[in-house]
């Protein structure tokens, strides 16, 4: 089974559909996103349809990873059913929700629903999330059924691995975007390999894909002039990635972006 991995598409349509023809995958494969699929971008709802489609129709087997703006979006929805003043207070500040939520049909939503918080690849040793893993978090669960059964405070800091980027230096404690001061490092920086390499997207990074030791960065910044990136996981042979142009739609701030650590792939098969 060859597996591909794709990073923050973020409404890129175009440049979906161009790189998943180019990664030819065929019956028996399996496609991951890695989340955000939605916002940003020029066609949110285009993409969210196309790889419903691709769930329905395709011969591999499609696999949605929980971003935090399909997050976002699932709990608007929600609210503007159960808590209407809250919904409209989430779209007074974020205008995309109402015009997104607008758009999506009844199985787009069902298919969104379908997003799990995180998937294991043992055969190469692979955790993918969205975000990234805090520093404090001491355990992970082993399945998705698992984590469904977490509830409280501890399904609260689970959470956190859709969100993730910079960690307390002192702590290792996870950061609120906006919270981190100068030599907070990015989570990637420090995380020691506890619960596997893990492949992630959240982050935009316009040079390439991010390479640490224990973690590799796909979401190469595909709405902000960069490119849309797969991590290959192939059957036989080493991993590469595979990459097609994006665009160059969502204004930038990449004075907030961390800096590329470079490199190369730090993934192999696990010894057996």
């Given at each position: 089974?060859?597996?591909?991995?794709?990073?923050?598409?973020?409404?890129?349509?175009?440049?979906?559909?161009?790189?998943?023809?180019?990664?030819?995958?065929?019956?028996?494969?399996?496609?991951?996103?890695?989340?955000?699929?939605?916002?940003?971008?020029?066609?949110?709802?285009?993409?969210?349809?196309?790889?419903?489609?691709?769930?329905?129709?395709?011969?591999?087997?499609?696999?949605?990873?929980?971003?935090?703006?399909?997050?976002?979006?699932?709990?608007?929805?929600?609210?503007?059913?159960?808590?209407?003043?809250?919904?409209?207070?989430?779209?007074?500040?974020?205008?995309?929700?109402?015009?997104?939520?607008?758009?999506?049909?009844?199985?787009?939503?069902?298919?969104?629903?379908?997003?799990?918080?995180?998937?294991?690849?043992?055969?190469?040793?692979?955790l993918v999330v969205h975000g990234?893993?805090?520093?404090?978090?001491?355990?992970?669960?082993?399945?998705?059924?698992?984590?469904?059964?977490?509830?409280?405070?501890?399904?609260?800091?689970?959470?956190?691995?859709?969100?993730?980027?910079?960690?307390?230096?002192?702590?290792?404690?996870?950061?609120?975007?906006?919270?981190?001061?100068?030599?907070?490092?990015?989570?990637?920086?420090?995380?020691?390999?506890?619960?596997?390499?893990?492949?992630?997207?959240?982050?935009?990074?316009?040079?390439?894909?991010?390479?640490?030791?224990?973690?590799?960065?796909?979401?190469?910044?595909?709405?902000?002039?960069?490119?849309?990136?797969?991590?290959?996981?192939?059957?036989?042979?080493?991993?590469?990635?595979?990459?097609?142009?994006?665009?160059?739609?969502?204004?930038?701030k990449t004075s907030d972006w961390?800096?590329?650590?470079?490199?190369?792939?730090?993934?192999?098969?696990?010894?057996?």
């Amino acid at each position: 089974m060859n597996t591909a991995i794709i990073g923050d598409v973020h409404g890129a349509l175009g440049p979906l559909d161009a790189l998943v023809e180019k990664l030819r995958l065929g019956a028996g494969d399996r496609l991951v996103f890695v989340g955000d699929l939605v916002d940003k971008g020029p066609d949110p709802a285009g993409v969210v349809k196309f790889v419903r489609q691709l769930s329905e129709t395709a011969p591999f087997e499609v696999i949605l990873i929980e971003g935090n703006h399909e997050d976002r979006h699932r709990r608007y929805h929600i609210n503007t059913i159960e808590r209407p003043k809250v919904a409209r207070e989430m779209a007074a500040d974020a205008l995309e929700l109402p015009a997104l939520d607008a758009e999506l049909s009844v199985a787009d939503r069902a298919f969104l629903a379908t997003a799990i918080p995180f998937l294991r690849l043992p055969e190469w040793g692979v955790l993918v999330v969205h975000g990234g893993i805090p520093g404090t978090l001491r355990r992970f669960p082993e399945t998705v059924e698992e984590a469904q059964q977490w509830h409280g405070k501890r399904a609260k800091a689970f959470r956190k691995v859709l969100r993730t980027r910079y960690v307390s230096s002192e702590t290792g404690e996870y950061l609120a975007l906006g919270d981190n001061q100068l030599g907070d490092p990015f989570w990637a920086e420090v995380y020691d390999g506890r619960f596997g390499h893990v492949v992630f997207g959240h982050q935009p990074w316009l040079s390439g894909p991010a390479c640490f030791s224990h973690a590799t960065g796909i979401d190469t910044a595909a709405v902000h002039g960069g490119e849309l990136t797969a991590l290959v996981l192939p059957e036989d042979g080493n991993p590469y990635f595979e990459s097609v142009p994006g665009i160059d739609y969502a204004p930038r701030k990449t004075s907030d972006w961390p800096s590329h650590p470079g490199g190369e792939l730090k993934l192999a098969r696990p010894l057996r």
